[in-house]
């Protein structure tokens, strides 16, 4: 049997790291896979999040199994932080998962669980990930235009147009903010846009919610979720918290689903908790009690927010820096977008060519759609990085 399997094809974004990893240059520079990194080219590890697992080593009295839908209190917690006082606490069912990507999944299975007939319609381009996800679950798919290339923004007519395909209980995958790979966002009238449609055609928002924090802050990245909330009898929605609080390996995340009434609630509840225990049984706790800490500490709250606050400047500033660099250098404002996209990633716009031969003479390794990861950037190599996009005519 297990002489069948055939070799699989390997992720893009992970094996961008593995040869980043792999290459012997000490100037290299690596803007591939979504983490984050300060100047030094380090994830830290948060300062609330230090103090909040030494909290938890000092009282917690069992690992015994906590509930199938994970720790009530995180579900609270993460049910505030992403929906605010949007929609009713007895409207939102939550279930914790092994991180955002988990979450997905598992939103995946609850979509088809609920309508096997649904369609799936993601944005082009996505994350990989989640056309890959829904190829392997056999799911029906169907993609959106999202991105126009020429001016890096979104097509948002295009984007309209292909959803006016939409039919009754199809589920329409959205990014919450920080759009990956685009780094370009749903302005406030085009979410509202967006839910006008949706509620008029009877189909299921699924949004992907993985940078909140990093944006244009923590309460305005979620102002399109929440649009959708007070709008919409029903949504679905997976939130990471790999990203904002700096815990990617504790794979901690969480799936909600918003219902019409407290009676359809309990039953999405029933059924989250039934869908984690067919997949994994019981959700990872630990990063999960951690972020519920941090959550409902005042002090630490703050402390987490003030450095979550400190990671997004840091982008913003590497990304006017980099746009100011480029307008200097080729003497336009071509790439004046990337001060106005948010979030870790912008496709730049270069061809697979010009990425691999970034990658080949100067050692700096992108997607080859061009996505970057600007937390993969420091002052010093913003010019290294400006002065090869303009070497090989980006
Ligand atoms: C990314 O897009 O780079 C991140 O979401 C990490 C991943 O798992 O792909």
């Given at each position: 049997m297990?002489t069948?399997?055939k070799?699989?094809?390997?992720?893009?974004?992970?094996?961008?790291?593995?040869?980043?990893?792999?290459?012997?240059?000490?100037?290299?520079?690596?803007?591939?896979?979504g983490?984050y990194?300060n100047?030094?080219?380090v994830t830290?590890?948060m300062?609330?999040?230090?103090a909040?697992?030494?909290?938890?080593?000092?009282?917690?009295?069992?690992?015994?199994?906590?509930s199938?839908?994970?720790?009530p209190a995180f579900?609270?917690?993460?049910?505030?932080l992403v929906?605010?006082?949007a929609?009713?606490?007895?409207r939102?069912?939550?279930?914790?998962?092994?991180?955002?990507t988990?979450?997905i999944?598992?939103?995946?299975?609850?979509v088809?669980?609920?309508?096997?007939e649904?369609?799936?319609?993601?944005?082009?381009?996505?994350?990989p990930?989640h056309v890959?996800?829904?190829k392997?679950?056999?799911?029906?798919?169907?993609?959106?235009r999202?991105?126009?290339e020429?001016?890096?923004?979104v097509?948002?007519?295009?984007?309209m147009?292909?959803l006016t395909?939409?039919k009754?209980g199809?589920?329409v995958?959205?990014h919450?903010c920080?759009?990956?790979?685009?780094?370009a966002?749903?302005?406030?009238?085009?979410?509202?846009?967006?839910?006008d449609?949706?509620?008029?055609?009877g189909?299921v928002?699924?949004v992907?919610?993985?940078?909140?924090?990093f944006?244009?802050g923590?309460?305005e990245?979620g102002q399109?979720?929440?649009?959708?909330a007070?709008?919409?009898?029903?949504?679905?929605?997976a939130?990471?918290c790999s990203?904002?609080?700096?815990?990617?390996?504790?794979?901690t995340?969480v799936?909600?689903?918003?219902?019409?009434?407290?009676k359809?609630?309990?039953e999405?509840q029933?059924?989250?908790?039934?869908l984690?225990?067919?997949?994994y049984s019981f959700?990872?706790?630990?990063g999960?009690?951690?972020v519920?800490?941090i959550?409902d500490?005042?002090?630490?709250?703050?402390?987490?927010?003030?450095?979550?606050?400190?990671?997004?400047?840091?982008?913003?500033?590497?990304?006017?820096?980099?746009?100011?660099?480029?307008?200097?250098?080729?003497n336009?404002?071509?790439?004046?977008?990337?001060?106005r996209?948010?979030?870790?990633?912008?496709?730049?716009?270069?061809?697979?060519?010009?990425?691999?031969?970034?990658?080949?003479?100067?050692?700096?390794?992108?997607i080859g759609?061009?996505?970057?990861?600007?937390?993969g950037?420091?002052t010093?190599?913003?010019?290294?990085?400006?002065?090869?996009?303009?070497e090989v005519?980006?």
């Open positions: 297990l069948n399997l070799p699989q094809p390997a992720d893009k974004i992970l094996a961008l790291g593995k040869a980043f990893r792999e290459d012997p240059r000490t100037d290299k520079i690596d803007m591939g896979v983490v990194r100047a030094e080219g830290p590890v300062r609330a999040v230090k909040a697992e030494q909290v938890l080593i000092d009282t917690q009295g069992t690992k015994a199994y906590t199938l839908s994970g720790d579900c609270a917690a993460m049910r505030g929906f605010g006082d929609v009713d606490v007895s939102v069912a939550a279930a914790a998962t092994p991180g955002g988990g979450a999944r598992q939103g995946f299975e609850l088809r669980y609920a309508n096997p649904a369609t799936v319609w993601v944005s082009s381009p996505t994350w990930n890959s996800i829904l392997f679950m056999g799911m029906p798919m169907r993609e959106y999202y991105f126009d020429a001016s890096r923004s097509d948002f007519e295009g984007m147009a292909d395909e939409v009754a199809d589920a995958l959205l919450g920080c759009h990956n790979p685009t780094g966002n749903l302005t406030l009238d085009e979410w509202q846009a967006v839910a449609h949706l509620q008029a055609t189909a928002p699924f992907d919610i993985a940078y909140q924090g944006g244009d923590l309460e990245d399109g979720v929440r649009l959708l007070r709008q919409l009898p029903e949504m679905i929605l939130a990471s990203k904002n609080f700096g815990i990617y390996r504790e794979r995340g799936l909600m689903t918003v219902t019409p009434d407290a359809s609630q309990g999405a029933a059924t989250l908790a039934f984690n225990r067919q997949n959700p990872p706790d630990h999960a009690r951690v519920q800490i959550l500490d005042p002090a630490l709250r703050a402390d987490w927010q003030a450095e979550l606050e400190e990671v997004r400047l840091g982008m913003l500033s590497l990304r006017e820096q980099l746009a100011a660099e480029l307008r200097q250098r080729t336009s404002d071509t790439f004046d977008f990337i001060a996209h948010r979030g870790m990633f912008s496709r730049l716009g270069a061809t697979p060519e010009q990425v691999e031969m970034m990658r080949a003479k100067h050692g700096i390794y992108m759609d061009s996505r970057i990861n600007i937390a950037l420091n010093e190599t913003v010019p290294v990085l400006a002065a090869a996009m303009v005519g980006v």
